[in-house]
Nanobody, 115 residues
Framework: VQLQASGGGLVQPGGSLRLSCAAS????????MGWYRQAPGKRRDVVAL???????NYADSVKGRFTISRDYAKNTVYLQMDSLKPEDTALYYC??????????WGQGTQVTVSS
């Protein structure tokens, strides 16, 4: 499975960004896709997950602000990020597998929230 992430950038506090992750390859082996993030000097943490049955899970810090969705026709997962805060600044990674921290990772895309 190959994952191609895009959509990061620089945004002011309170702004929005949408990340995209296009999957290709043996996608039938995947039933959970998600987004993780890692800030400098910190561990990589889960942000949001979506399962093939439509179950959604969010980190407490992003609930109500971030929305994960999936377009099955395009094999693409999105992360809509609203009301962004400086503490959301991190390298965001797309992930796929059969649970948390699946074996497939996309390249990171930088999100910077700053005025």
């Amino acid at each position: 499975v190959q994952l191609q992430a895009s959509g990061g950038g620089l945004v002011q506090p309170g702004g929005s960004l949408r990340l995209s992750c296009a999957a290709s390859g043996s996608i039938f082996s995947v039933n959970v896709m998600g987004w993780y993030r890692q800030a400098p000097g910190k561990r990589r943490d889960v942000v949001a997950l979506i399962s093939s049955t439509g179950d959604l899970n969010y980190a407490d810090s992003v609930k109500g602000r971030f929305t994960i969705s999936r377009d099955y026709a395009k094999n693409t997962v999105y992360l809509q990020m609203d009301s962004l805060k400086p503490e959301d600044t991190a390298l965001y990674y797309c992930n796929a597998g059969r649970g948390l921290f699946g074996p497939y990772w996309g390249q990171g895309t930088q999100v910077t929230v700053s005025s």
